[in-house]
Structure formats: C-alpha cells, structure tokens
C-alpha cells in the first residue's frame, strides 16, 4: 500500500493555493468548494490508482460531453438532477410545506416559448401514426380550490421518442404549448401518446452508461411547468402506465404519485364520438400547487433553456 499522498503537508499546502485560500480576493465558499471536488478527485485517483493515461481519457470525455451538448443528459443519468429534487424535497418539509404535486426533473429538452392557448390545446401538429391521447384535469391549491389562470406549460416527446427543437425532422413548437387553466382551474389537450426517449446511442452518455453495464432509456413521460401568481412554480411530468420500463428510468424521475391511469378506448361509439377511427386514450391529471409564501426555499430553478 502507498502512502496516502492526500494527506501530506505538500499536497495539503497544494490544495491551499490551488482553491485560491492564500490570495486575499475572490469568493470564499467557491475557494472551499473548488477545494473539495480537488481533493475529491485526487483522492480518486489515489484510491483507485488511476494511471495518467486513464486520467487523460476522462478528461477529454467531459471536453466530449460539452463538445456534443450532452451535459443535460450526463446529469441527469448520473442521477444529480433527481437528487437536487430530493434535496428542494427535504428544504420544502424542512419549511413545514408537504402534499400538493411531486417534483421532478426537467431534463434538458424544453424550449421556451410555446404557443399559448387558453383552456385547451391541440399538441400534435405533424402527422403521426400511433394512439390519440386526450388529457385533462385541474390545477389546483393546497386546500382544493381551483386556480384559474394557471399556465400549464407541457411538452413531451413524439411516436419515435424524439421532441421537436431537437429533432429537426418536426415543426417548430410541436407537441409543446402552454395551456392557461379556465375559470374553474381546468386544462385539456388532445396530443398524441409519447414513445420514451432514448439517448443518442453513439454519444458519450451512453458511452459512460454501457461501460457501467446501464442503458440510457426513459419510459414514456409527459413534462409540465405549472405555474400561477402567488403560486409556487411546480415542475413535474406524468408516466404513461404500462411502459416496461416505468420503474427503470436511466434519469431516476419517476414518482408513483406521477403514474396516473390511463384509459385506453376501444369501444366503436366513443372512437366515433371523439370524431376518431382508431382507439385511443385518455388521462385525467389534477396537479396540486402549494401558495408562495416568505422563508419557502426557492421554487424557480433558474437554468438556460433554447428559445
Ligand atoms: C428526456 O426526455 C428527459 O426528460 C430527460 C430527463 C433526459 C433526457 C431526455
Ligand atoms: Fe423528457
């Protein structure tokens, strides 16, 4: 066994001048913190007697994972987006705040600026071939009152999996809108059911996935900002029930309260009803938003988004 370098007076005194401690400007709580992941990562090395070439290997990885802009992937597989949620979870019973809506994360693929409508929408605006999905509830307050005026911002992925913005064989804001909840708090989009999403197979997230013997697949998911005056900005999404890998999420953001049911319709007088000649589903979803108050934890996670 080698000596424990990490704990010499060198590498001690090192680390001092590396954050930044024996210079009298700059932030102090990022000098500790640069500190920390230094130490961090020395110690890996140490511990797992990383060789300079595999160093060197990582290091041009992460140059990779910002060369392809898949930092909001990495993320999220390495599962520190769903524990920043568990952590705004904990701060938020920490205040005294539960019930309403579960969080849960992002992920990297919403873009702002969505059409709005008021009441209901129509997402689907490219042609698909797959089951019409038709989705409604209320948002509302803690107590069960209804929020008119909400905006529920939604977006989702298309049959194949893939979202528009991303994928430039869709129109510009398909399967995304913002819906604004009607006088007594309700919404209603007719969409089409999304496939789950997988992440580019030759990138450098699923490199690191399969070297660790992980894949890199969402079940199907629908994503929602909800947000009102006065209201605390919720972000969440809903599984589609029955997707194989609903609990084997490679982003770790499924939630049972976030699995409504769906009803798939096969009776012939509704489908002809919806105005429809193919089955098609249904899913009714209340989110429960709590009030914004003082000394709450932040709510709005601030993050840059494409427009
Ligand atoms: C997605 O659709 C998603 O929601 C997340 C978290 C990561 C990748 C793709
Ligand atoms: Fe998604």
Do not use: C
Request: net charge negative; no cysteine.
């Amino acid at each position: 066994m080698k000596e424990a370098l990490l704990h010499t007076p060198q590498v001690k005194a090192l680390i001092e001048k590396i954050a930044g401690f024996d210079q009298p400007g700059g932030d102090h709580r990022l000098k500790q913190i640069i500190a920390r992941i230094v130490t961090d990562v020395m110690r890996t090395i140490e511990d797992f007697d990383v060789t300079p070439t595999e160093f060197w290997a990582a290091a041009a990885y992460l140059s990779k994972v910002g060369e392809t802009h898949e930092m909001g992937l990495l993320i999220p597989g390495l599962g520190i987006e769903h524990f920043l949620d568990l952590r705004m979870d904990q701060e938020e019973r920490a205040a005294g705040l539960t019930g309403g809506t579960p969080r849960t994360i992002e992920g990297p693929l919403y873009i702002e600026g969505a059409p709005l409508a008021k009441g209901e929408a129509r997402l689907d605006q490219d042609p698909e071939t797959g089951e019409v999905l038709f989705m409604d509830g209320v948002v509302k307050d803690a107590a069960g009152h209804p929020v008119a005026g909400a905006i529920v911002d939604v977006w989702h992925a298309n049959t194949a999996g893939w979202y528009s913005h991303f994928d430039p064989s869709q129109s510009p804001f398909n399967l995304r809108r913002r819906i604004e909840t009607d006088a007594q708090g309700r919404y209603k989009f007719r969409s089409m059911l999304p496939k789950g999403y997988g992440v580019p197979p030759d990138g450098p997230t699923n490199q690191l996935l399969a070297a660790i013997g992980r894949h890199g697949q969402r079940p199907a998911h629908i994503h929602f900002f909800v947000s009102a005056p006065g209201y605390r900005k919720l972000t969440t999404q809903i599984n589609i029930d029955g997707d194989p890998l609903l609990h084997d999420d490679f982003a770790f953001a499924t939630r049972d309260e976030l699995i409504p049911a769906i009803t798939h319709h096969t009776d012939s007088a509704e489908i002809l009803a919806r105005g429809l000649n193919e089955p098609f589903a249904t899913i009714t979803f209340d989110f429960t938003m709590h009030k914004e108050a003082a000394d709450l934890p932040e709510a709005v996670v601030e993050r840059a988004h494409a427009a």
